[in-house]
């Protein structure tokens, strides 16, 4: 199997399938329970620096996914997705290139339709992770494959472990401003906009199996994040253990 690396995400082969095909394939191919690699799925506030903390785990090994690239993959011209979401939100969404307009999607989605909008995207993406989930385990079943997403508990995707990021709340406003070009009074109010539809950093942290403060410095969050990871190998050799003693 073959993965490629796009912007810091490692995509598996199966990127060139249709999404039809992959979404067919993860419902009627389950893992089989002698290849079932560790699943982590990583989450976090909004602007908390989780693709951040994503390649810190890269970096020592981890296969890692990004939920939000593979939804504007799947959000490109041709894709069911894409139709459906024109259809549902109109072509006043679009960019002049006919590819959808994020921001212009925020502002129809917030706050009234983003259920709606996550109803449309959120199965395509969770049918993309398993088939990726399922090529990862195929190959290095005794690795760890950690997805980031915004949204994993509101979608109800379901993994081994899960690990939330968190910071402050104005760190939150005067990163999302940087990475925005957003004045603070902006950022701060979009953020606020945002985390409404989202559930609180509190209850996040109460379900995690481990919270990276990424709050201080770099070198902080890298130590914070060696650290979960030697309990992820620990938890992914005992979890290869128990699925050959099982064969």
């Known amino acids: 199997m073959q993965f490629t690396i796009i912007g810091g995400t490692v995509l598996s082969s199966l990127d060139a399938r249709p999404v039809q095909d992959r ?19 990583l989450t976090g506030g909004i602007a908390c620096g989780k693709s951040t903390v994503l390649a810190m785990f890269a970096e020592l090994g981890a296969h890692t996914l990004r ?22 939100f109109g072509e006043q969404i679009l960019a002049r290139d006919g590819t959808i307009a994020r921001a212009k999607l925020a502002e129809a989605a917030f ?11 959120h199965p395509a993406v969770l049918a ?28 109800g995707a379901v993994y081994d472990k899960l690990i ?25 109010e979009e953020v606020q906009r945002r985390m409404a539809a989202q559930i609180s950093e509190e209850e996040k942290v109460r379900l995690a199996d481990y919270v990276v403060d990424n709050s201080g410095s770099k070198e902080n969050a890298e130590k914070k994040v060696r650290e979960v990871w030697r309990q992820l190998e620990i938890e992914s050799q005992r979890q290869t253990c128990s699925n050959t003693a099982g064969i």
Request: with cysteine.
């Open 23 to 41: 979404t067919a394939l993860a419902r009627k191919s389950p893992i089989p329970e002698t290849v079932s690699m560790l699943k982590v799925g």
């Open 67 to 88: 939920a939000d690239e593979v939804a504007h993959r799947l959000m490109a011209p041709g894709e069911l997705v894409y139709e459906r979401i024109v259809k549902a």
């Open 111 to 121: 706050p009234a339709r983003i259920k709606e909008l996550n109803k449309i995207v």
């Open 128 to 155: 993309f992770m398993d088939d990726w989930a399922r090529e990862a385990a195929e190959s290095d079943p005794a690795g760890v494959a950690i997805c980031e997403a915004a949204l994993i508990l509101e979608a």
């Open 164 to 188: 939330v990021v968190t910071c402050t709340p104005e760190q939150k406003v005067s990163r999302f401003a940087q990475r925005t070009g957003m004045s603070i009074e902006a950022a701060r």
